[in-house]
Structures are given as structure tokens and as C-alpha cells.
């Protein structure tokens, strides 16, 4: 098979890289005619795409995840390869510039830097950072001592830079969060804690699935195997925590403004990761019957964790039963004695509980509700929209009828002003809380590929040594990847989402001791 534009050893090259023809000709086909945007119906909003789960039904639910956890293996995913660098942007532009003076930069914090403001808070508040201990031991000296005496950029070299902390080029896993007393946690660790909260099977293990980078896959690894002892010893378990990287395969080939491949100095092509929704396929390859997704920096310190843990356990609980619900229906449907009461029960069921129905041109009723019943399963924590940036859960129109997913900003189209306003009508926020499950009603894993919008992919603009390209970007993972899944939209407390996008982040109340 051929494909335009392409020579005989640009597809050696990309067959030798893991990506099928059929793969790269669909990125090429991307490149010269964009995905349309997602068109947007309406926002979802309480009994109307996201369900409230009632103060009586939670015992219910708390009950039937215990019993889950006794009689099947839980697991947790945790994309964690991202660098932390965005997390640092404002103290790496500052320590690019000439300011080293806390009132200079207070100065121009009042003139309206929103990188200088976000630093002066840094260095006011020096002291309160889980990790203001080894940076004193990096720098010799007191961080707080050495900021009054106008040495800020010294400070922000050791935490940035790989002779300091290195934190600049380190995953957020490795970076150290939390405070308690004379010890300190980093992400990961706060990870391991949730998981001995509630991801244990009877046998007591936590089993944990963490994406890193190639170049951080040995420090997290020992990062959490030498973490690990502590939690066991603390809560009574053994953590089972497993490694990948994303995959070459799930890679984009690169093109010019123009289309044409981009092609490195010595004519090759050039590969480059295709946005989280690679992960579709680490996450394809976990063993386990329900899975928790959650990002790394979405953790809180010991003392604000209970709504957390009881949260994730509720809503496991009820992916438990909505798995009962599935695989009794599906049961009818397959018997021989299917009547149309049990056709009329299943789709109910299907519209009731899990928001789907059949395209009005079915003309098989049994063999519909089969088709809708027979898809992985996911529900999704969703919290009142506050102003954070990202995606919610919409009502969205596809050739089929309306569905029900998570849509990115990118998603929709920024030329039409009434789908804009729509996007901005929404009531929730996607703070990616997931619980998924991966099996049939008899046990075998899905083809999870198989349920991708190859649709919500898109372009991005990026460079290489100063040269602009474009990049195919994969339907991101809990967007596009999963938008054929049967999808649960629950609202849950805002105090269970506590991201740490910026440094400044770690200094909200969220994120400091009891009591600090």
C-alpha cells in the first residue's frame, strides 16, 4: 500500500517505528482535511446527563464496592509522564531576567506581571513549601535568608535547575507536595496512599499502573519501590505498582505548514508523541476488572483526604452496579426465551441508567440493545464549574443521535459564536475522575480501540529547531478515546478536585498542613 507524498523509505521508516499503514494514512488524511469540530447539543446538567447520588444511596453504594473489592482485582491508572516545567513557568521566566530583588519584582508585580506576582508569593512564602528542606540542603543556606538579601534568582536556581532540586525537568510524581512534621510526601506517595485508602483486594494488594517517560522510568521506579515499604508498614498492604511508557507506535508523523512530511537534517522523518489519548492502549493492557484514572498532581494531605476515599468508593460502587444491571440484561437478551419484555426492559435500562439509546432507523430492537449494553463502562466524578480551564460533560450530535462525553475546549469550533456560548453555558467541570470497566458481562477484555472517535482528533501547531510543523494529536484519552463507551456522569464535591498546575498551587490551603 501506498501513500501520497510519501517515498518507499518514509514507510519503511514508519513500519520500523510500530505505525501501521492504516494508522499513518489516517494521520495524512487528517493533515489535508482537519476532524470537524464536535457540535455540541447543550451542556449536560443535573437530571439531564448528570446524575446527584442521594445521601440514602450511599451506604448502598460503599456496600456494594466492599463486596466488589473482595471479589475482583481494582487497579489504578496515572498518567505521570508529563515534565513539570509548565508547573514552573513563572519562576523559570524570572530567572531568565535581570530581577533579584524581592521589591523590583514586587514592582512589577504591581504593574500587572502575572509571572513577577506569582513569584513574589514563592518567595514570601518560601517556607511553606513541602520541599523548602532539601532545597536549603542544595543551596547551604537558608532559602528564606538568602531571598531577604536579594538573592532570589540563587533560590530559583535551586529548585529549578538539575544542580539544584532539578524540579524543572522532573515528572510532578517525583516533586515533593505535602508537609508532615519533619517529612514530606511527593505526588506519587500521595498516590500509594489513596490506593491502601481504597484500591485493596482482599488480598490486601494496591495495584497501581503509573505512564512515565523513557528518561524517568528508572528514578520512579525506585522513587516507589523504596515509598512503598513505608505505606505497607503504615496501612497493612502490598503495593503492586507497574510502569510503561507511551508507546512509539501510537506516535504522529510530522508534517510542514504545507502538508509535506517534515524531515529531519539527514531526510527522515520525524516522530512525535500524539497527545494523551496514546494511553488508550497502556491503559488496554491492564489486568483488572475496574480501573480508577486519575492525574498525578490531583491529590490532597492526609487531613482533607475523607471526601476523597469515600467519593471513589461510591462511585466504584456504582460502576459495580451498573456492571450487575449490564450483564443481567445482556443475559436475557442472549437466551433463548428472549420475549419483548425482556428487549423492552434492556433498553430502558440503557436509557435510565446509562443515557443511551438506540439509532432511529434500528429496525432489530434485541439486537440494539445488545449493541448499546455491549461497550466498556465508565463513570465519571464531575464537579460545579468554578472557573478552572478544561473540559465538561455536553450533550453532543453525532450521525447516530445524541450521546453523552467529555469535550475539550479545542473541541469546539472557536468561529461559532452559539457553540462557544454553549461551551461556556456548561455547569460542570471534567476533573478527570474516572472509574472504568474493561471486561464483557463474560469476563473478556474489549478491543478498547474499537470504541475510539477517530473524529476528535486534531492538529496541533508546533515547531522543531525553529522550524513550524504540524503534529496529528489522537483523540484525547477520557475525551475522544472513550467516546464510545457507555458513559455515568455523577456530581461530586469540589473538595475532592485539588490540581497542582502551578507551584503557586501548592500554597493554597488545599495543599498545606493542618493548621499551616
Not at 115 to 120: L, P, R, S, T, Y
Not at 165 to 185: C, N, V
Not at 297 to 303: K, Q, S, T
Not at 458 to 464: D, G, H, Q
Request: aromatic residues 6%; contains cysteine.
Amino acid at each position: 500500500m501506498s501513500i501520497p507524498g510519501l517515498t518507499s523509505q518514509d514507510l519503511e521508516q514508519i513500519a520500523e517505528h510500530g505505525i501501521s499503514v492504516e494508522d499513518a494514512q489516517r494521520q495524512m488524511d487528517a493533515y489535508a482535511r482537519p476532524p470537524a469540530h464536535t457540535r455540541l447539543e447543550r451542556a449536560c446538567t443535573i437530571g439531564d446527563g448528570i446524575t446527584v447520588v442521594e445521601a440514602k444511596e450511599i451506604d448502598g453504594l460503599l456496600g456494594r464496592y466492599e463486596r466488589a473489592c473482595r471479589e475482583n482485582v481494582v487497579a489504578r491508572f496515572v498518567p505521570a509522564s508529563g515534565a513539570a516545567s509548565r508547573m514552573f513557568r513563572a519562576p523559570l521566566a524570572v530567572r531568565a531576567g535581570d530581577s533579584d530583588a524581592l521589591d523590583a519584582l514586587r514592582a512589577s508585580a504591581s504593574a500587572g506581571d502575572a509571572e513577577a506576582e506569582a513569584v513574589v508569593e514563592v518567595a514570601e512564602r518560601i517556607d511553606d513549601f513541602a520541599f523548602r528542606s532539601d532545597l536549603a540542603k542544595v543551596l547551604g543556606d537558608d532559602p528564606a535568608r538568602l531571598i531577604a538579601a536579594g538573592e532570589i534568582r540563587r533560590v530559583l536556581d535551586g529548585i529549578l535547575s538539575d544542580d539544584g532540586l532539578g524540579y524543572a525537568s522532573l515528572p510532578k510524581g517525583l516533586i515533593r507536595f505535602h508537609r508532615y512534621g519533619e517529612s514530606a510526601r511527593t505526588a506519587a506517595e500521595e498516590q500509594l496512599v489513596e490506593a491502601a485508602l481504597y484500591g485493596r483486594g482482599a488480598d490486601h494488594v494496591c495495584r497501581l499502573h503509573f505512564t512515565v517517560s523513557p528518561e524517568h522510568l528508572d528514578a520512579f521506579r525506585a522513587h516507589i519501590a523504596e515509598a512503598s515499604a513505608d505505606i505497607e508498614a503504615k496501612y497493612g498492604c502490598k503495593v503492586v505498582a507497574e510502569f510503561s511508557v507511551q508507546k512509539a507506535s501510537t506516535d504522529a508523523v510530522a508534517v510542514t505548514p504545507d502538508g509535506a512530511l517534515f524531515r529531519e537534517s539527514d531526510g527522515s522523518a520525524l516522530f512525535r508523541p500524539a497527545g494523551h489519548g496514546a494511553l488508550l492502549e497502556n491503559l488496554a493492557e491492564i489486568d483488572a476488572d475496574a480501573v480508577f484514572v486519575k492525574n498525578i498532581d490531583n491529590i490532597v494531605p492526609d487531613h482533607l483526604r475523607e471526601p476523597t476515599v469515600l467519593w471513589k468508593r461510591a462511585l466504584g460502587g456504582l460502576l459495580f452496579q451498573l456492571r450487575d444491571g449490564v450483564a443481567e440484561h445482556l443475559a436475557r437478551l442472549e437466551s433463548e426465551d428472549c420475549d419483548d419484555k425482556a428487549v423492552d426492559a434492556a433498553l430502558e435500562f440503557a436509557a435510565e441508567r446509562l443515557g443511551v439509546r438506540p439509532p432511529a432507523d434500528s429496525t432489530n430492537r434485541r439486537q440494539a440493545a445488545v449493541d448499546l449494553l455491549s461497550r466498556p463502562l465508565r463513570v465519571c466524578g464531575m464537579v460545579r464549574n468554578e472557573g478552572e480551564p478544561g473540559g465538561g460533560p455536553f450533550w453532543v450530535r453525532k450521525a447516530g443521535g445524541l450521546t453523552k462525553q467529555i469535550v475539550e475546549p479545542n473541541q469546539v469550533d472557536p468561529g461559532d459564536a452559539a457553540q462557544q456560548e454553549c461551551f461556556r453555558a456548561g455547569t460542570h467541570f471534567n476533573p478527570v475522575d474516572l472509574v472504568c470497566s474493561l471486561r464483557d458481562h463474560r469476563g473478556r477484555r474489549y478491543a478498547l480501540r474499537d470504541f475510539i472517535d477517530h473524529d476528535t482528533a486534531f492538529i496541533a501547531e508546533k515547531s522543531k529547531d525553529g522550524r513550524p510543523l504540524r503534529s496529528f494529536e489522537r483523540p484525547g484519552l477520557w475525551n475522544g478515546a472513550m467516546a464510545g463507551w457507555n458513559s455515568v456522569f455523577v456530581e461530586v464535591p469540589a473538595e475532592t478536585f485539588n490540581p497542582v498546575k502551578t507551584i503557586n498551587d501548592l500554597l493554597r490551603p488545599t495543599h498545606q498542613p493542618l493548621g499551616g
